[in-house]
């Protein structure tokens, strides 16, 4: 039985594969549902306030999310005991802000950031199950608040504060003006011209002039044709951006084209697979671009305006992306280009534009693979063969129109056959010839005889170790690194060789060579492994050498790992910390990194896509770089990504535009052409707002601007102030990214870690400060104008209460010894003038001389400065002031600054500035610290600036930083 189980799946799963679904229309579902905090799997409503965020009306209440929390309000609990009332039809918000719910229970005032609710009833002359049960609720352009219900139609008296039975269009016992099919009103919408379009259950539609107090009613009668609505069971109705009026009915979809007047009816038809899924439509919404979609009991459609054709998305048990029910209850697009689905199987959301991966991997005992996933090289080939090579079995060949893979490996009876199967470089010369670089020299393909040979420069060159690149130049000669050995140049028509080694004749920096590339001005360019980067300029026979400093425009870092020219004949260069683009006139570097929001500051491969944007194979996945617009789109894992390291050389581009980026996981292969960046500039939101005290409450004060000023008012006790943030850019919402500063205090932003939204202050002193957060979309496109937050930290004099009151004892005492001392100093006083009458003369007082004591105060002034440095590693505060120091061992700043320049003989910046240098000198002789970066370690020991720690280093020791590193750590 459970083969047969087996089977079955597999034949199910190939049929789906089969069942139409193009790339183009293959959605990656992203889900939300209880285990998310959603109240209930069963979505009725979904709707996007001012505000950005998102509410989701289930079967058991309200929900909000923003991104990455999702909120729960608890409805009021003397009107919702009754789980089955707690039903959400339909939400809409006004124009002071507040949410209004439709429930089966009557209709519910909400104020969005506190959740407090008011209760409305509905007035009833029938049965209150019927006047109670809304379900609908909209605004109009006047801000009216209305109400579809079972029991016909209500508006809001902001008056009363009550709803009324709308008198041109009601239902009761005095007036029976209307049947009992359209006192059910399904749904409420207003059209462009405010009219409201009223949907019912089995009475048709009927459209209110709200102006003229009139009504028109569009009914359906048998024997119509199909330019009439499609079914007087109306369940929804929406107005798109073209003006057109859909209605999802009983029986198929209608669209009213109010110019025309007319209706075009859609239903399904089994002899059509292009038409709608079911015709039971629930729902209905229009995307960003314009499309259609329509949500039933059978499936998710979208519309295609042009053809007419419907594009269908179900539930597939054996695709994990599939949407996760066929029973559509609602759809949503929000502002930032995400649509949202409600089921009966909680919520659904997907962006239509992302861009998909082709993940190719080995998978045991299929032939037809990767013969590894370690990869460590890709070409192409014009003929659209793509070829691989891997770590340790060799090599691949791939036919992307076939999807066939094809392995090479020398065999184990070859000489050196082990060492061939190590890969390390490829190369396609303009005669079409094909080369790998292996760790026992180079193979060469012979097409006829289908497999690889040994190359050796037609005798010329014997390679005893690893080839790790090779090149053609312009003139037809070639170029072999070889490990530890050199770079050779070898002409083919001469077969004149030349090696060039490390020393000063030939200006190589090492022969650990990796990459290499010749440029369209005929120079010739290599990578080194850890000595920065060499250049051999056309027509010389010297290189000239490129390495990372302190002065401003040199390399990043001296590893290299990628060299490319793109099609307007710039040079980048991918190293180990960033991107480099060379600038010729200037013989300098402009450096971008992740600070300018690329995925990896180790850039690993480079290629460049028809609409001139750099994708990059970082160290922590794949970046899209658009150059003109400075906006980059990150991609990782889980964006089917084979991981998120890729390997240096692993990349290639062919001739239709596919681009191919492998590392250690295996290949991805993907078309960038239709790839967009997303454009939407976010709106940044403050969520949640805490401190040791509890839950910190913000207010919004009006201004002239049209902004809100908020602000925030704390005590200076009150610790650990933390602020959770969101925007309502919800495309994938974990890759934006939010930066922060304090005013005045901070002058450069702070980035947060990637995925995080959250930001926790230090202690802030007693004053006014300004917290200013900028977010970006998941394409690093920052909103224009950062969010301010103003903070008021007032004095805590509760807890300040003993000191006060001591003050008060001390100062009193005080003033009742001096009292005493002036009364003695005045009969003192008047003592001495009546002797000094009877005295004839008066005695010199002799002068003291200064004391040999002082350089004794001095040494121990210094010595206790100099324990108190050591001890407590102050210098590290980057804001340290002299009065700090003073204030921290307990001297006044008169002595400090006397202990400075007369006993040691120095200024207050110089001696910090030692104790930095000398703590860097400490930690970068400590291997632990090999991987930090100059610059960050001298941040840690308290310099505030790259600029001020080279001269303040140089200064004390006559050495550059990188200097000194060389000396204590040749082998580096």
């Known amino acids: 039985m459970k083969i047969i189980k087996y089977i079955s799946l597999a ?14 229309e293959t959605l990656r579902f992203q889900k939300l549902n209880t285990a998310d905090g959603l109240n209930s799997n069963v979505v009725y409503a979904l709707f996007q306030d001012s505000n950005g965020f998102i509410w989701m009306g289930t079967k058991e209440g309200i929900n909000r999310y923003d991104g990455y929390n999702m909120r729960s309000f608890a409805l009021p609990s003397d009107s919702y005991k009754n789980i089955a009332h707690q039903r959400i039809h339909s939400i809409c918000e006004d124009l002071s802000g507040y949410i209004w719910l439709a429930t089966l229970n009557g209709i519910i005032q909400m104020e969005a950031f506190s959740g407090k609710m008011t209760h409305h009833t509905l007035p009833y002359e029938t049965k209150a199950s019927q006047s109670q049960y809304v379900n609908s609720i909209v605004t109009s352009g006047q801000n009216e608040i209305w109400a579809g219900t079972r029991n016909g139609l209500y508006l809001y008296n902001r008056q009363t504060k009550k709803f009324n039975q709308y008198k041109h269009f009601p239902y009761s016992r005095k007036s029976m003006s209307y049947s009992k099919g359209e006192r059910v009103i399904n749904d409420l919408c207003f059209d462009g011209d405010q009219n409201l379009w009223i949907a019912t259950a089995g009475n048709g539609l009927t459209i209110l002039d709200i102006s003229l107090k009139k009504k028109r009613v569009f009914k359906r009668s048998k024997g119509q044709n199909t330019s009439s609505i499609s079914s007087n069971y109306i369940v929804s109705v929406y107005k798109d951006s073209r003006g057109s009026m859909w209605l999802a009915t009983a029986n198929g979809l209608s669209r009213y084209k109010p110019k025309e007047e007319r209706f075009s009816v859609y239903r399904h038809s089994d002899k059509k697979p292009r038409s709608i899924l079911d015709n039971s439509v629930k729902t209905i919404a229009e995307d960003l671009d314009g499309n259609i979609w329509v949500g039933g009991k059978k499936g998710l459609d979208r519309f295609d305006r042009a053809s007419g054709e419907f594009y269908h998305h179900q539930n597939h048990p054996l695709h994990p992306e599939s949407i996760s029910s066929n029973t559509i209850l609602s759809l949503l697009a929000d502002r930032s280009g995400n649509f949202w689905v409600g089921s009966m199987q909680g919520v659904n959301y997907f962006y239509s534009h992302h861009l998909h991966f082709n993940l190719y991997q080995n998978i045991p005992d299929n032939p037809n693979s990767l013969v590894d996933n370690t990869l460590r090289t890709l070409v192409s080939q014009p003929s659209g063969k793509v070829w691989i090579g891997s770590l340790k079995d060799g090599i691949n060949s791939f036919d992307p129109k076939t999807q066939t893979f094809r392995s090479y490996r020398m065999r184990s009876g070859t000489k050196r056959w082990k060492k061939y199967n190590a890969i390390r470089t490829s190369y396609v010369d303009k005669g079409g010839e094909l080369f790998f670089g292996t760790d026992g020299g180079i193979l060469l393909y012979n097409q006829a005889k289908d497999r690889f040979e040994n190359f050796d420069a037609q005798g010329k060159i014997n390679f005893k170790k690893g080839v790790f690149e090779i090149m053609e130049d312009g003139e037809g000669i070639y170029w072999f690194a070889e490990i530890d050995k050199g770079l050779w140049k070898w002409n083919p028509n001469t077969g004149e060789t030349q090696l060039y080694k490390k020393d ?38 010297k290189f000239i050498s490129y390495k990372h400093s302190a002065k401003s425009g040199s390399l990043s870092n001296n590893r290299v790992y990628a060299i490319f020219e793109d099609s307007k004949k710039n040079l980048w260069i991918g190293t180990g910390n960033g991107l480099n683009k060379y600038n010729k006139a200037k013989e300098s570097f402009e450096v971008l990194g992740i600070e300018e929001g690329l995925s990896g500051k180790v850039i ?45 050389k692993v990349a290639c581009k062919q001739a239709d535009g596919q681009l191919f980026f492998g590392g250690n996981n295996g290949l991805n292969a993907f078309y960038p052409q239709g790839f967009n960046m997303n454009t939407y500039i976010p709106n940044l939101k403050f969520t949640k707002i805490s401190s040791s005290a509890g839950i910190v409450k913000l207010s919004r004060e009006p201004q002239d601007s049209g902004l809100d000023k908020q602000k925030i008012i704390i005590k200076n006790t009150e610790q650990n102030l933390t602020f959770e943030l969101a925007s309502d850019s919800y495309v994938e919402a974990y890759k934006n990214t939010y930066a922060y500063r304090i005013l005045p205090q901070d002058s450069t932003w702070k980035l947060l870690a990637f995925s995080h939204h959250q930001i926790k202050l230090p202690d802030l002193t007693v004053g006014n400060h300004v917290l200013e957060v900028k977010v970006s979309n998941n394409h690093m496109k920052w909103n224009a ?12 004099w509760s807890q300040e209460s003993e000191f006060l009151y001591g003050l008060l004892i001390a100062l009193a005492l005080t003033l009742l010894i001096w009292f005493s001392w ?10 001495t003038k009546k002797h000094q009458k009877s005295k004839k003369g008066s005695k010199k007082t002799p002068s003291i001389k200064s004391s040999d004591k002082k350089e004794e105060e001095w040494e121990s002034a210094i010595k206790d400065l100099n324990e108190f440095m050591a001890e407590s590693h102050l210098y590290r505060d980057k804001r340290l002031t002299k009065g700090q120091l003073a204030n921290q061992i307990g001297w006044t700043e008169i002595h400090l600054s006397n202990t400075l320049r007369e006993g040691l003989e120095t200024n207050f910046n110089d001696f910090v500035n030692r104790y930095r240098v000398e703590e860097v000198k400490e930690r970068l002789k400590d291997q632990q610290n090999r991987d930090f970066t100059l610059i960050a370690i001298a941040e840690d020991c308290g310099f505030n600036s790259k600029t001020s720690f080279y001269r303040t280093f140089k200064k004390f020791t006559d050495l550059t930083p990188s200097e000194y590193l060389e000396q204590i750590h040749p082998e580096a």
């Open 604 to 648: 690993l491969s480079i290629q460049e896509d028809s609409l001139g944007r750099l994708w990059l194979g970082t160290n922590k996945g794949l970046s899209c770089f658009d150059v003109e617009k400075q906006q980059v789109a990150n991609f990782y894992k889980e964006d089917g990504l084979q991981g998120n390291i890729f390997e240096y």
């Open 504 to 541: 000063t004749i030939s200006g190589l920096t090492s022969t650990n060579l990796k990459v290499m590339q010749q440029t369209s001005d005929g120079d010739i360019w290599v990578g080194t492994h850890m000595k920065g980067l060499c250049k051999l300029p056309s027509g010389q026979n």
């Open 822 to 831: 002036f009364k003695r100093k005045v009969r003192n006083e008047e003592k």
């Open 785 to 796: 104008k950062p969010t301010q937050l103003h903070i008021l930290v007032n004095r805590d």
């Open 11 to 24: 034949l199910l799963y190939f049929a789906f594969l089969g069942s139409g679904f193009p790339n183009n």
